[in-house]
């Protein structure tokens, strides 16, 4: 497997001329040491089952497929590159489906699904549902380490404002929201999502959660999950809900915004929260510009996606790719859970 190269829209097509190139390439992103069993995780006995010379093979109702196969030794199962991931079913051609990755990959305000609808001659509900599924694969892993170390930890709110709203739309919301006092997002007045984001300075992950508030034991919870807090020190606006857990915290330093205080020193270390407010404001500008409208319930995927982009930021796209493909396993969503429906 080469090392790092960066790749443009033109490689790419030359690369995935047919479907079986682009389960080819897939292959390759996915396996670079090979291919691995998705039932067994055996990787040495398997066998590929398409002819050695032809692309396609014949299928069992006859049809010539262009999909590689392999069969495995160990538990006798068949596999392709898609089995058990998020693209495991998938009636799209697995082209589209790494154009799509690849502009996902490499734009920095994200693909909305009418982009890909119309660039990909693909029926609406497919490519939103392609993009959604995109998303899921960016998510981190539920073993993700504990983050440590320094820590950013910024908050900020999405969505309308109720007065930018109708009037039909304000009164239905303004029933069902009680009075919350104190609250920048709940009650009357407002329609707005908290979002938790964590950035770790060493590393440039950052890591964004909705929240339903910015209480003291909110945060403390939120944070808790992600960070082993004995070992960690929190940079933070002068917020007062980070004040709770200081105690548990090996340090915890903030920035007064209000005082227009954005960058401090102390002992040689620059204590600054502008990280977050980086990714926040472009956050919301994709969100505005790109994706317009994105409703609470499918957020924690678009701040997946986001994440994903911010935290391989360094990274070139094909190495961004391949870390995508790295995480697109033991992960499936179907259509019915992602609605509801
Ligand atoms: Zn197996």
Known sequence: MARTEQISVMQLVDRIRTTSD?????EQ??????PVC???HETARLYFLNPANGTSRKTRTGSMSQRRVWKCGACRKQFSVTTGTVFHGSKIDLRKWL??????CASKNGVSAREV??????TPKSAWFMTQRIREAMKAGPLAEMMTGVVIA???YIGGRLPEMNKKRR???NAQQPMVPGSRTAGPGWNKTSVLSLIDQDTGEVRSRVVPDVTGATLRKAIGEQCDLATTTLYTDEHKGYKTLAPELAGHESVNHKDEQYARYRNGEVITTNAAEGYFSQLKRSLDGTHHHVSVRHLPRYLAEFDFRYSTRKLDDSARMRRLMGQVGDRRLTYRPLTGR
Do not use: Q, S
């Open 22 to 26: 682009a389960y080819a390439y897939m």
């Open 29 to 34: 992103l996915r396996w670079p040491n090979g």
């Open 38 to 40: 998705p039932h067994c």
């Open 99 to 104: 154009f799509v990755i690849f502009e996902m």
């Open 117 to 122: 609808e119309r660039k990909y001659d693909l």
């Open 154 to 156: 910024d908050e900020t």
């Open 171 to 173: 009164k239905a919301l």
